[in-house]
């Protein structure tokens, strides 16, 4: 027996150990830092999307109690932030920040809410499914490592239910990545360079002929189907005095009352809806429904009461509106002459009625040139912008077959410079609740309108 060769390991033997060793030690390594770096991994992510969920609770209930809400490109939010408005959005392309206006130090104080990243790309952009609603889409994501598997999304609808109006200023092209936003108890619009209050000027265009006591159907009293709940002077008269009282809650709200008929001689002064609600009021009232329809005449008294109050207030800032009612066709025209068409278009009261006062097409077609005529010449053709609304209040679509032209080529600019401030809408509304929601559409939309010229841009 041969004792030496038990006696030990040889050289050759230890190095083959010691090199199976080391192998087993690095792969025990190797798995104990991928498991270390997986786990940072998982931590890292959970904390991005704590960070995310958190950042998007921020903006939702900033967005809640907000009292007006305009969603930005990336041009305008990069660019100065104006006084008096909040900021929330991506900046740079590299992080989530907000911008909150300090009143007492004049100055915006700046959060980050998602910190910028080396290996992270964040995206951020918001959208609106219509158009005047009062709900923001937040789309907000993350790709860290620029792994597209490990995308990060949210997206939650915001309710601005509290704002007096919800704009969305980005586009497919161009998409909204921040938003602006003012918790003002009621902020009231303001010029960018001055900070002076607006002034909304309203001519309330109203028809006071013989059919406003029709009933929606074009029934007269007495007749077989009367339907007495439906009365058009009733409703209207209900709504208008609902407008009214919206306006007068606003506080910077001027407007004039102006029945038209044969004529449209009582017009009413150029009033502020808040301190002389109940004078509006009053002369809602006192429409009685009598005679024939010269809607020219109404527009052309609407635009000189408007120019007249901006020439007396020349020194304020005013957006103007017309908003018009009529429940017929124009049946008559305002003539300088008796006894041919010389068509009226100065500041006086109607020299004379022409027109036949029937809805035959021939007389139609001539009140329908008096009023283009004063669309074009005074409403859209003078020196002041004035948006017009026009409504056509009957169930009886025959009845307002002129209106939608009235508002959309009588009333709207030729020009393309003057395309979007001299422009007019129209509306059909063949109830009372119709009538409601038009009027609250019109509101809103002068609200839209009055921010969105005078708002964070």
């Keep these: 027996m041969n004792l030496r060769a038990r006696s030990g390991f040889t050289l050759v033997e230890l190095i083959v150990t010691i090199v199976l060793i080391g192998m087993v030690i690095g792969l025990a390594n190797i798995f104990f830092n991928f498991s270390f770096l997986s786990e940072k991994k998982v931590e890292d992510e959970y904390d991005l999307q704590a960070s995310m969920r ?19 490109p990336e041009s305008v939010f990069e660019g100065t932030k104006k ?93 909204a990545v921040a938003i602006a936003y003012r918790s003002d108890p009621k902020p009231n619009p303001e010029v960018i360079s001055t900070q002076e209050e607006v002034t909304i000027a309203i001519t309330l265009v109203l028809d006071d002929s013989g059919s406003m006591d029709f009933d929606m159907q074009g029934r007269q009293q007495g007749s077989h189907g009367f339907d007495s709940k439906n009365v058009r002077k009733t409703i209207m008269k209900a709504q208008a005095k609902k407008l009214i009282g919206d306006f007068a809650e606003m506080g910077n709200v001027m407007i004039s009352i102006i029945p038209f008929a044969d004529n449209a001689d009582r017009t009413g002064a150029m009033l502020s809806s808040t301190a002389y609600k109940d004078q509006l009021l009053t002369k809602i009232n006192g429409l009685d429904a009598s005679g024939g329809t010269n809607t020219g005449d109404g527009l052309r008294r609407a635009y000189y009461k408007l120019a007249s109050y901006n020439t007396d207030n020349a020194g304020d800032e005013i957006v103007n509106y017309i908003i018009l009612l009529t429940d017929g066709n124009p049946t008559y025209l305002s003539s300088m002459n008796a006894y041919s068409y010389d068509p009226q278009t100065n500041d006086e009261k109607c020299a004379n009625v022409n027109g036949s006062g029937q809805e035959t097409t021939t007389n139609m077609n001539n009140c329908m040139a008096y009023v283009n005529k004063i669309g074009q010449d005074l409403v859209v053709g003078k020196s002041i912008d004035i948006r017009t609304f026009v409504i056509g209040f009957s169930a009886v679509s025959a009845n307002i077959s002129r209106a939608e032209s009235i508002a959309l080529n009588a009333c709207t600019s030729t020009s393309p410079a003057n395309a979007m401030t001299r422009r007019g809408t129209y509306y059909a509304a063949g109830s009372d609740i119709e009538l409601e929601n038009v009027f609250k559409t019109i509101k809103s939309t002068i609200l839209q309108e009055t921010w969105h010229i005078y708002g964070p841009y």
């Design 54 to 72: 958190q950042a998007s609770e921020v903006l939702n209930n900033t967005i809640r109690n907000a009292t007006v809400t305009f969603a930005l």
């Design 83 to 175: 006084a008096k408005w909040n900021y929330f959005g991506l900046e740079d392309g590299k992080e989530i920040v907000q911008y909150t206006w300090d009143p007492s130090a004049g100055t915006h104080d700046r959060k980050v809410l998602l910190a910028a990243d080396p290996g992270i790309t964040y995206s951020l952009y918001f959208s609106q499914d219509q158009p005047g609603s009062k709900m923001l889409i937040f789309h907000l994501s993350c790709l860290p490592d620029g792994n597209d598997a490990k995308k990060i999304e949210i997206e939650t609808e915001l309710s601005a239910l509290n704002s007096v109006a919800v704009d969305n200023g980005g586009s497919e092209d161009n998409p």
